[in-house]
């Protein structure tokens, strides 16, 4: 298991306990975090699980695909740590992540 | 009003399960039309994934949702459905006949004996930015689409977005508007190549102007635009516009179909499970836009549901008419359907 964290926009911390392979939206969802709507179900096809990665982490997290640095163009206050929580798969060195979630999502 | 078009069924979206149901329909000699939003056939696999793969349909391991599509159009084909694209369904009634009349935003009337709707997420419509009081700005100074060019004739326009709808109305509105300037939050496009290499083209003669950044506020009276701030990388810059068309893409809403009296579980249609009808017999709702205990929103479900749906349809179109069961692969009278006897 690793530790993620997940922080809704009016300040709640949501602390999960997540399965690497898993994918941070997943876990929101699963957790009913309050911000990640995810409408497309994880396809990276409609920018509503739109987050923005702790600057801490935002070097281990990675920069966005091509495909995903498109769908960001639909998301709303996008960030240089921007990402889509889809895209972001948990693994061993995301330990500890945290992760804001935005005042909305498009 | 035009003269409205007579036919058996109208369907209301052609994404995948609006396509099958013209099988299982025509099957049981059953005529369709149908109407939808898109420009094309196949709601959210041809708008939302045309490329990626879908691993769940029996007998596919893996097919993309565009190719998914085109086999359906193929299989389909037999039954000569009729489409109406670029269209959304605007009115329903019941008329006295006990028939129905659907009719499009276009004022298209069509009468049938029931409708399907197979709506999916709903229908396709230009996501709004968000940008504080852009709603005071719509239909006045904010367009979601350029119907007639000639309404930007001489007008400061504002274009945001990065894909090819941005690009392609920068490049065919410069002539027309007094000024053009592109607003994208990157340096990098969506849109083809050519179009974005013509776009720096003309940034380069001086035609357009081109700033990296994203709307954040709206300035102006009376619905009437006059400038716009964007937060660029070096902070805020207000550049002076009447006109603005921003370009981020579609969601879908339920749209119309919400005020026809149907009873809904969460914005989605309430139906049964033997025919899948919904609060007005004659509506039946199948695919991702219905609900009942258990509903799994899958193509797969509504597949089912289509199959389901025809049998009730069938019985109201053709009353009189003993139902008969029969398989594809050893009737003969339903392979001269198809067209393979």
Redesign the interface.
């Known amino acids: 298991m690793t530790k993620i964290t997940l922080v809704a926009f009016d300040g709640t911390r949501f602390d999960i306990d997540a399965v690497n392979g898993s994918t941070v939206m997943e876990n929101a969802i699963r957790n009913s975090v309050p911000g990640i709507e995810a ?2 179900g994880g ?1 990276c ?2 920018a509503t699980c739109h987050v923005y990665v702790d600057e801490q982490w935002s070097d281990v997290v990675g920069s966005p695909e091509p495909m995903e ?2 769908m ?3 998301a ?3 960030r240089p740590t921007s990402r889509l929580s889809c895209q972001i798969k948990v693994r061993d060195e995301l330990d500890g992540l945290v992760v804001h979630v935005p005042e ?1 999502q ?1 | 009003m035009s003269t409205p078009i007579e036919t058996d069924v109208v369907i209301v979206g052609a994404g995948p399960v609006g396509l099958f149901a013209v099988f299982e329909l025509g099957l049981y000699d059953l005529k369709c039309h149908l109407i939808d939003i898109l420009d094309r056939p196949g709601g959210q696999c041809a708008e939302l994934y045309p490329e990626k793969p879908i691993y769940d349909i029996p007998a596919w391991p893996e097919i993309s949702g565009q190719a998914l599509v085109d086999r359906l159009m193929e299989q389909i084909a037999p039954f000569k459905p009729e489409f109406h694209f670029n269209r959304m369904v605007s009115g329903f009634r019941k008329l006295e006949n006990g028939r129905f009349e659907v009719e499009t935003d276009e004022g298209e009337l069509l009468h049938c004996h029931a409708v399907v709707i197979a709506a999916g997420g709903g229908s396709f419509q230009p996501k709004r930015p968000p940008v504080p009081g852009i709603e005071a700005y719509e239909g006045t100074s904010v367009f979601y689409s350029v119907r007639r060019m000639e309404e930007f004739r001489g007008q400061d326009l504002l274009i945001v977005g990065g894909g090819d709808s941005a690009l392609d109305w920068t490049l065919n509105l410069q002539p027309v508007a007094k000024s053009v300037t592109l607003v994208h939050r990157r340096p990098d496009f969506r849109a083809a190549p050519d179009s974005v290499n013509k776009m720096f083209a003309m940034r380069e003669e001086g035609k357009i102007t081109f700033q990296v950044g994203q709307v954040t506020g709206l300035k102006g009276e009376n619905g009437q635009l006059s400038a716009a701030t964007v937060k660029g990388p070096d902070g805020d810059v207000e550049i002076a516009c009447t006109r603005m068309l921003p370009f981020f893409g579609l969601t879908m809403k339920l749209g119309p179909i919400a005020d026809w009296g149907l009873n809904q579980h969460e914005n989605l249609i309430s139906v049964d499970t033997e025919k899948f009808e919904t609060s007005i017999p004659g509506v039946f709702a199948i695919g991702d836009i219905n609900w009942y205990p258990g509903k799994l929103k899958l193509i797969l479900s509504g597949f089912h549901e289509a199959a389901l749906m025809t049998q009730a349809v069938a019985r109201i179109a053709h009353p009189d008419q003993k139902m008969v069961f029969q398989y594809t692969t050893s009737s003969t009278s339903l392979q001269k359907k198809l067209g393979v006897q």
């Open positions: 409408e497309c396809a096809a409609c640095e498109d960001l163009d639909f709303f206050d996008v909305r498009a």
